[in-house]
């Protein structure tokens, strides 16, 4: 039997449609990204990352909130990022309870974020001499 890891704990925790959604987004997110690194930081917040922070599941009484650390940067065909809009670099996914999320859409955009982690950084523009 394997042993419970600090997210499995978080969501158990919980106990509540939170955690079951925190769940589902958990096992998406491994599908889109299978080497993904998991871990708890700031208080108890799961972060999944790949050559950088891919996205965060804070939870809060109302709502799981997914941030994208480098969400402004991302093509949403979908319309998934519902919160955070206004920011220069995160965007976010609000999920409140009862609400579903588009499975295909959010796979793409964790593959889509784990990619742009990967990419090498932008040369900067060459100054004129």
Not at 51 to 74: H, R, W
Not at 112 to 119: H, Y
Request: aromatic content about 6%; proline content about 4%.
């Amino acid at each position: 039997m394997s042993k419970l890891t600090e997210i499995d704990q978080r969501i158990a925790i919980l106990g509540d449609w939170r955690g079951d959604i925190l769940a589902r987004v958990r096992e998406l997110i491994h599908d889109a990204v299978p080497d993904v690194v998991e871990e708890l930081k700031w208080r108890g917040t799961p972060v999944w990352s790949r050559g950088g922070i891919i996205c965060t599941g804070e939870t809060y009484k109302d709502k799981v909130k997914l941030t994208f650390a480098k969400g402004a940067s991302l093509k949403d065909p979908a319309k998934l990022f519902n919160a955070s809009l206004d920011g220069k670099v995160r965007r976010a996914i609000d999920i409140g309870e009862g609400e579903d999320i588009d499975t295909k859409a959010f796979k793409a955009l964790v593959r889509a974020a784990a990619d742009l982690n990967a990419a090498p950084p932008k040369a900067s523009a060459k100054r004129a001499t």
